[in-house]
């Protein structure tokens, strides 16, 4: 995360959700009383960056005003199906408790 886009993003959540890229620009205005204010190209060029990586989310309005806000994390559902090594059956699975203990395996996989 480079420090424009650190600070974008600071201003996106100040902004508060819905905000077009013109309230962002004046909210970081507001934020950085000392410093330089990225150009409202950069923070276009940026604000599309966070779309592409599904950090934010633009709805457009009737009279086409483009409104960001941060996106929802997205939640996946498992599904766990286990496959007999035998006769190749496939017998699914739907124990809560399973599910979590492989989102957690994942989870530390990632990380490890």
């Not at 633009?58 to 009279?63: A, F, G, N, S």
């Amino acid at each position: 995360m480079t420090d424009l886009r650190h600070i974008l993003f600071h201003g996106i959540l100040e902004a508060g959700p819905r905000a077009t890229a013109v309230e962002i620009w004046k909210t970081l205005g507001r934020i950085m009383e000392q410093g330089h204010v990225p150009s409202q190209g950069s923070i276009q060029r940026n604000l599309n960056l966070f779309l592409e990586r599904g950090i934010l989310r633009r709805d457009v309005t009737p009279d086409r005003q483009w409104l960001y806000s941060v996106a929802p994390e997205p939640r996946a559902a498992l599904a766990i199906t286990f496959v007999e090594a035998g006769t190749g059956r496939k017998i699914a699975c739907h124990a809560p408790e399973v599910a979590t203990l492989l989102r957690r395996v994942w989870h530390c996989s990632e990380r490890c």
